[in-house]
C-alpha cells in the first residue's frame, strides 16, 4: 500500500491531515469515549451526584424485559428488511438486465428512491397505509378487515418493514445490476447452449456468482435496518403501539432524550457500538478473503 | 364441450413447439419481465403519485378520505401556501426556509466531505512522516462510529461549543468521511509513479502537483461523491432533530415528521406539497448525474 516515490516534508502531510484528524478527534473519539465512560456511571435523581457502577448498567439493560423485547423486534425487523429488500431488488435487477426493449428506462425508473430519505419514504407509505386517508389501509377496511396500524402492533411492524424496504430496493438493485453486468456472457451463453433454461441458469451460475455482492448487501442491509431507519419508525409509528416498534436504536434515543436516563442511554450506545464493530468486521474479514480468493 | 375441446387446446403447443422451437418461449419470457418490472416500476411510482396527486386538492377532500388518483385544482394555493407559510404544526416556518437549510447542509457536507477526505488522502498517500498509519487507521475507525451510536455525547460536546441551533452545529460534526477518504487513497495509489517523478524533476511541489495533477484526475470521483454525500446530506434526519431547537435552522426532512405531528387538525394537503418539495432536490441530483454516482456508488462502498 505504499508509493514508491513520494514528496519530502513532515510540517505539510500534518497541516493537511489536520482538518479530519481534529473533527474525527473532536466528534467522534471524545463523544464515543464519553458514552463509554457514562455507562460505568449512575446519576441520582436529581442528576447532582455520580458515582462510578461498574456494569451495573449493562446488568440493569439485560434484565429489562422490555430491552429483551426491543432486542426481538430489532431482529425481526432487521432480518425481514433485509430479506424483503435483498429479494425484491434481485428479481428486478436479474430481469432488468436481459436484452429487452427499455431496459434503460426500467433502470432509471427504479433507481430514483435511493434519493428518498428514510423519514420521507415512511411519509409516502403513510398515504398508502392509513386506515381512514391511505389507499391501502381504507381499502381494508373497506372489505371488512379491521386495520389500524395505530393500534395493532403486527400491522405497525409489518408497515415500518415495508417502508423501510421499500426505501432500500433501489440500492440493492444498483448493486445487483453491477454485479450482473461484470459476469462473463461467454458463461451464461455456453449454458444456454448446454440446453440450461433460464431459471437453471440462475441458481447454478447467476445466484453463486452473484454471493460475494449478496453477502456484502446482506452486512449493508442489516447496518441500514439497525440505523438508519429512526426515521421510517420516528414518522410513522414512534416505536408504538406498546412498544411494538420500537429498535434498539429508537429506545436509546427514547431514554436519552425524553427519559435523560444518561447511563442507561450511553450503555445502549455501547451495546450499539458493540454490534456496528462486529457487522463491520465480518464485512471487512469477508473483503480481505475474497482479495485472496 | 369440455372433451371436445380439451384435447385440442392439449395439442396446441406441441405442435407448435415443432413449427417454431425458439421463438415462443422467448417471447412469453419477455412478456412476463416487461410484466414484472412494471410492476415493479408501478410499486415504487403509485406512493409517488399519490402524493403528487394529493398536493393539488384541498385540505377538505383529502381529510374526508378521498385518496387523491388525478389532479385536482388547488396545486397552486398548496405549493404557494406551504412555500411561505409552512403549516401552523411548524410555528408557521416557511417551506423556503426549510429548503434553504436543508440545501445549505446537504451542499455544505458533501463539499466539506469532499474536500477535507481529498486533502487527508493526500497526505497519506504522497508523503511519510510519523504517525502515518495511526492517523490512516484514526480515520478508518470512524466508520463503526455512525452519529446514531454517538448522539447524545456528541450533542453535548455540540452544546458545550455553543454550536446548537447553527448551521455549524448541523454540519461540521457530520464532516467527518471515512468512506471518502478510502476512495480517495485507493485512487491516488492508482497515479503512476512516472507523474510524480516528472513533477519533481521539473521543479513542482506537492502543492502544485496536488493542484495540477491529483485534482484534475480526480474529477470524476468528486462528482460521483457529490451526488452520494450530497443525499446523504439532505436525508439526515437523527442528527437536526437534536441540534435544531428553533426554526432557524430546521431542515425539510425533520420539518415534514413535525408537521405530522399527533394528526390532530394535520394539514395533509401542505404536509403532500412539502413532500414533493422534499423530493425534489436529491432526486433530481441522483438522476441527472445517474451515470457517474451509480459507477461512483459501487466503487465506494466495495
Known amino acids: 500500500m505504499n508509493r514508491k516515490v513520494i514528496f519530502k516534508g513532515v510540517a505539510l502531510p500534518y497541516l493537511l491531515l489536520l482538518p479530519q484528524l481534529l473533527i474525527t478527534v473532536v466528534f467522534f473519539f471524545w463523544p464515543a469515549g464519553q458514552a463509554i465512560w457514562f455507562s460505568f456511571l449512575r446519576q441520582d435523581a436529581f442528576g447532582i451526584r455520580t458515582q462510578f457502577v461498574g456494569f451495573e448498567n449493562f446488568a440493569d439493560l439485560f434484565a429489562d424485559p422490555l430491552y429483551i423485547q426491543v432486542i426481538g423486534n430489532t431482529v425481526v425487523f432487521s432480518a425481514a428488511v433485509t430479506a424483503l429488500s435483498i429479494a425484491t431488488a434481485l428479481l428486478l435487477a436479474v430481469l432488468a438486465d436481459r436484452q429487452i426493449r427499455g431496459a434503460q428506462g426500467y433502470r432509471t425508473l427504479l433507481i430514483w428512491p435511493y434519493a428518498i430519505a428514510p423519514a420521507v419514504a415512511a411519509v409516502l407509505w403513510i398515504f398508502m397505509v392509513h386506515p381512514s386517508i391511505g389507499l391501502l389501509g381504507q381499502a381494508l377496511n373497506g372489505m371488512g378487515i379491521p386495520w389500524d396500524y395505530k393500534l395493532n402492533g403486527a400491522q405497525a411492524m409489518l408497515v415500518v418493514i415495508i417502508a423501510s424496504a421499500w426505501k432500500q430496493v433501489s440500492y440493492n438493485f444498483i448493486f445487483f445490476l453491477a454485479g450482473l453486468q461484470s459476469i462473463p456472457k461467454a458463461v451464461l451463453e455456453a449454458a444456454a447452449i448446454d440446453g440450461a433454461r433460464p431459471v437453471r441458469r440462475f441458481w447454478t451460475i447467476i445466484f453463486p456468482l452473484l454471493s460475494p455482492t449478496t453477502f456484502f448487501l446482506l452486512v449493508v442491509n442489516l447496518t441500514y435496518a439497525f440505523f438508519d431507519t429512526f426515521g421510517v419508525i420516528d414518522a410513522l409509528t414512534k416505536g408504538g403501539p406498546a412498544k411494538s416498534t420500537e429498535t434498539l436504536i429508537y429506545r436509546a434515543y427514547i431514554d436519552g432524550r425524553v427519559n435523560l436516563d444518561l447511563g442507561s442511554s450511553s450503555a445502549q450506545a455501547v451495546v450499539l457500538m458493540v454490534a456496528i464493530i462486529a457487522l463491520t468486521a465480518v464485512q471487512f474479514r469477508f473483503i480481505e478473503r475474497r482479495v485472496h480468493y | ?302
Request: charged letters at 15%.
Open chain 2, 1 to 302: 364441450m369440455s372433451t371436445t375441446e380439451l384435447p385440442r387446446i392439449a395439442a396446441l403447443p406441441a405442435a407448435e413447439e415443432a413449427a417454431t422451437p425458439a421463438p415462443r418461449p422467448r417471447r412469453m419470457g419477455d412478456v412476463v419481465t416487461h410484466g414484472v418490472l412494471i410492476l415493479g416500476v408501478l410499486l415504487f411510482a403509485l406512493p409517488l403519485w399519490i402524493v403528487i396527486m394529493g398536493s393539488t386538492h384541498d385540505a377538505a377532500s383529502i381529510g374526508r378520505g378521498e385518496v387523491p388518483l388525478l389532479p385536482g385544482a388547488h396545486a397552486i394555493e398548496n405549493y404557494a401556501g406551504a412555500w411561505a407559510g409552512g403549516t401552523s404544526a411548524t410555528i408557521r416556518v416557511p417551506v423556503a426556509v426549510m429548503m434553504l437549510n436543508s440545501v445549505v447542509m446537504a451542499t455544505a457536507i458533501a463539499v466539506g466531505k469532499i474536500a477535507i477526505s481529498l486533502i487527508s488522502a493526500y497526505a497519506v498517500v504522497f508523503f511519510r512522516f510519523p504517525g502515518r498509519m495511526l492517523a490512516f487507521w484514526a480515520i478508518f475507525i470512524t466508520l463503526m462510529l455512525p452519529v446514531e451510536v454517538r448522539i447524545f455525547p456528541t450533542f453535548k460536546v455540540v452544546s458545550d461549543l455553543g454550536m446548537m441551533d447553527s448551521y455549524a452545529g448541523l454540519i461540521v460534526p457530520l464532516i467527518a468521511s471515512a468512506t471518502a477518504t478510502l476512495l480517495f487513497r485507493q485512487f491516488f495509489m492508482t497515479i503512476p509513479d512516472e507523474f510524480v517523478e516528472a513533477a519533481k524533476i521539473d521543479g513542482a511541489g506537492p502543492m502544485r502537483f496536488f493542484w495540477d495533477v491529483a485534482l484534475p484526475l480526480s474529477r470524476t470521483n468528486m462528482a460521483a461523491l457529490f451526488v452520494i454525500l450530497f443525499v446523504y446530506g439532505w436525508n439526515q434526519y437523527l442528527w437536526p432533530l437534536l441540534v435544531t431547537t428553533s426554526g432557524n435552522v430546521e431542515t425539510i426532512v425533520v420539518g415534514i415528521v413535525k408537521m405530522i405531528g399527533s394528526e390532530a387538525n394535520t394539514e395533509w394537503n401542505i404536509v403532500m406539497a412539502t413532500t414533493v418539495l422534499a423530493l425534489l432536490p436529491p432526486v433530481a441530483v441522483v438522476l441527472l448525474m445517474q451515470r457517474w454516482f451509480v459507477k461512483g456508488l459501487t466503487d465506494t462502498e466495495k
